[in-house]
């Protein structure tokens, strides 16, 4: 089974509207990643954040981790329509060595112009 | 874009037939990573290899094999392939270990 788990699975807004997508995940991990995957292309890295960390931000990204729930959520402000994609969470599992990063099943996103 | 490429990058062929993807990266990252994207189910780890003549299976690796005999180049070979991975396959790269990935452009795999 997957160690990520995005919600929701798909998700429709208007442009300028700010899009949040959470992850969960089942063990304990070092760090959790986001990326993001425009249709037919490979995954793009967006953020890093590691497990003594509870927030980051990169540009209009705003990452939040939260290792007592388990859970991660990904914050995009004022959308674009080149936001687009589908969005990915990434985890580390220990035990199963930290190389094998697991990734989610994604959330769609459409941003609508 | 970091320079990963991946070859070929559509391929048909019909089941039992052997077939090898080749990821080459300019990058000299120790860690290169073969997936496979499926609909609901996201990226599955096949093998991935933590330096020359280094790897390990991921959560997928029956029917699949790896070598890597020079840093830049991880190969992905289907022995004899099954209509089942039917795929797109995706390489990536990486510095060390649970850092950023890099990802290759994709390989879209068809087994008839």
């Known amino acids: 089974s997957q160690q990520g788990e995005e919600d929701p699975q798909a998700l429709s807004i208007q442009e300028g509207e700010n899009a949040t997508m959470n992850c969960s995940y089942k063990t304990s991990i070092n760090n959790l990643q986001w990326y993001r995957q425009n249709s037919g292309r490979g995954l793009v890295h967006l953020i890093l954040?590691?497990?003594?960390?509870r927030e980051k931000h990169s540009g209009r990204l705003r990452v939040t981790l939260d290792t007592s729930k388990k859970s991660s959520s990904l914050l995009i402000t004022a959308s674009r329509a080149a936001d687009t994609a589908s969005y990915f969470c990434a985890t580390d599992a220990f035990p199963g060595g930290y190389q094998k990063v697991t990734f989610g099943t994604g959330t769609k996103l459409q941003v609508i112009p | 874009d970091a320079g990963i490429t991946q070859s070929p990058r559509h391929k048909v062929t019909e089941t039992g037939t052997p077939v090898t993807l080749r990821c080459h990266q300019t990058e000299n990252h120790r860690y290169m990573y073969w997936y496979r994207q499926d609909p609901g189910h996201g990226l599955r780890l096949i093998h991935y290899?933590?330096?020359?003549?280094?790897?390990d299976k991921g959560e997928v690796s029956d029917g699949y094999s790896v070598s890597r005999s020079k840093t830049e180049d991880f190969l992905l070979t289907l022995e004899s392939a099954t209509s089942s991975q039917t795929s797109v396959y995706f390489c990536a790269i990486s510095e060390s270990a649970g850092d950023e990935q890099f990802f290759g452009p994709g390989t879209r795999l068809t087994v008839l």
């Open positions: 290899s933590y330096g020359v003549k280094d790897t």
């Open positions: 954040i590691r497990s003594n960390e």
